[in-house]
């Protein structure tokens, strides 16, 4: 079962824009994830989150965590044509030792970045 | 280079016809997974290895075995395919450290069963 939906499915952008999109998830969680997907590769991750975080920077990457809402957000400022990619979230219901390793993604969100 | 790297990249058989698309990885990471990747569906876990020998079903294993005789390999073998098991399938692993870290991905298999 897919633990982390994503929202926009789709974004798409100007180069210098920022891009936001949001995962929100059902149960409590250890931490939450964002990876990256460039068409037809594997995913590469961007980014970790603990559940006692409540944001976290990594260059122009911006993440927060609300576990009250059940939700996370991604921000990616100044997008460049580069940043065309799909992302998706991540997370790790790891509070119990029979929930270790399931770590369950959502469908994504397909970012295009225009010059 | 670190890497998890996964063979075959690309494959087409017939429905019956057993095969094996192995995973192996160099970071001495204790934890291994198996994703399928399915147009508007995400990634879905079909098995995952916390450590030698210790094997578990996610959420979609029917049709498929893992074994994880080694540390660095963890092969997925699909006894009998049917043509519902096309899909795009990824392995990854990670350290474990009370929770899954970060996740070191393939660059995938594209499976297609005719």
């Known amino acids: 079962s897919q633990q982390g939906e994503e929202d926009p499915q789709a974004l798409s952008i100007q180069e210098g824009e920022n891009a936001t999109m949001n995962c929100s998830y059902k149960t409590s969680i250890n931490n939450l994830q964002w990876y990256r997907q460039n068409s037809g590769r594997g995913l590469v991750h961007l980014i970790l989150?603990?559940?006692?975080?409540r944001e976290k920077h990594s260059g122009r990457l911006r993440v927060t965590l609300d576990t009250s809402k059940k939700s996370s957000s991604l921000l990616i400022t100044a997008s460049r044509a580069a940043d065309t990619a799909s992302y998706f979230c991540?997370?790790?219901?790891?509070?119990?030792?029979?929930?270790?390793?399931?770590?369950?993604f959502g469908a994504g969100t397909q970012v295009v970045v225009t010059p | 280079e670190a890497q998890v790297t996964q063979n075959p990249r690309y494959l087409i058989t017939v429905t019956g016809k057993k095969l094996t698309v192995t995973c192996s990885q160099n970071?001495?990471?204790?934890?291994m997974s198996w994703y399928r990747q399915d147009p508007g569906l995400g990634l879905r876990q079909i098995y995952y290895?916390?450590?030698?020998?210790?094997?578990d079903k996610g959420d979609v294993p029917e049709g498929y075995k893992v074994s994880r005789k080694e540390k660095r390999n963890f092969p997925l073998i699909l006894e009998s395919p049917s043509p519902n098991q096309t899909s795009l399938y990824f392995c990854?692993?990670?350290?474990?450290?009370?929770?899954?870290?970060?996740?070191?991905f393939g660059e995938g298999s594209r499976l297609t069963v005719l």
């Open positions: 970071m001495n990471h204790e934890y």
């Open positions: 290895s916390m450590n030698v020998e210790v094997t």
């Open positions: 991540a997370t790790d219901p790891s509070l119990t030792t029979d929930s270790w390793g399931k770590l369950q």
């Open positions: 989150i603990r559940s006692n975080e």
């Open positions: 990854a692993s990670s350290w474990v450290q009370g929770s899954t870290g970060e996740l070191f």
